[in-house]
């Protein structure tokens, strides 16, 4: 399974030498939240990464979301984002750690690393408990902060709004990473034009002709502003951590 970090293309080179590191005592993104991340975990995800790597740092540096093949690393450290936990105790009305009580829920994820997947397939995220090595990089991508990326990847939500914007969301990776255009899907059903000022509805005669001008703009936009390269790692070297 692949799945996406994003971070800020500054890091590239001590990733691509040391791997994805834990951020352990250094301030997180979200280190002035109610619910800092936990400091030993690297979080994933199949559709968010995007957002990350581009609303998670100053804008005067490019965006970069890498891709990771999850069979390169130990099943056993694959762990629940503990935002889902939080959520999921919440709902079925288990006791609750405190939101700051960062040791109790980083000894919590441990014991919960049978969630990860429902974690990713609900919420989007889930982590890796530990440093995800160089081998089990396979791309990146260095996206630029254009209006257009600021715009198509601004999409971090919460659980409840995730489990009707899914499937959308997760067509964001195939479209940054292999320029694979997505179908129409529901929320595309009308398109808005501002001269003169209107909305064409998907069974409208003009739709479909509207929708292709969409796509190709979106495609070279994504020419122009997204660096692809293929990390291909000698098998030989690959190993668990």
């Known amino acids: 399974m692949k799945l996406y970090h994003g971070t800020s293309f500054v890091h590239l080179e001590n990733i691509l030498r040391d791997g994805l590191q834990p951020r352990n005592t250094l ?37 970069l979301v890498i891709e990771i093949e999850t069979d ?31 040791a109790g829920w980083q ?14 397939r609900l919420l989007g995220t889930c982590a890796y408990h530990g440093t995800i090595p160089p081998e089990a990089i396979t791309r990146y991508a260095i996206v630029e902060h254009t209006v257009e990326n600021l ?14 914007l899914a499937d959308q969301l997760r067509a964001n990776l195939p479209f940054l990473f292999d320029g694979i255009f997505p179908e129409p899907t529901p929320f595309d059903d009308t398109i808005m034009l501002a001269n003169p000022p209107r909305i064409i509805a998907m069974d409208h005669p003009e739709w ?18 997204v660096t692809i390269i293929d990390v291909c790692p000698d098998p030989a070297n690959i190993r668990v951590s």
């Open 72 to 102: 390169r690393l130990d099943p056993q450290q694959m762990v629940p984002d503990e935002d889902f936990l939080r959520a999921l105790f919440t709902i079925t009305g288990e006791p609750i750690l405190p939101f700051d009580d960062i």
């Open 107 to 120: 000894e919590n994820i441990l014991e919960e690393r049978h969630r990860w997947s429902e974690s990713l």
């Open 208 to 225: 479909p002709d509207l929708y292709e001008q969409k796509k190709k703009r979106q495609l070279k936009q994504r020419e122009t502003s």
């Open 27 to 63: 301030a997180g993104n979200w280190a002035t939240t109610l619910n800092p991340s936990i400091p030993t975990c690297v979080y994933l995800s199949d559709s968010l990464a995007p957002y990350f790597a581009l609303w998670c740092q100053p804008h005067d540096d490019h965006g």
């Open 151 to 164: 715009s198509r990847f601004d999409n971090c939500v919460n659980a409840k709004v995730y489990s009707i």
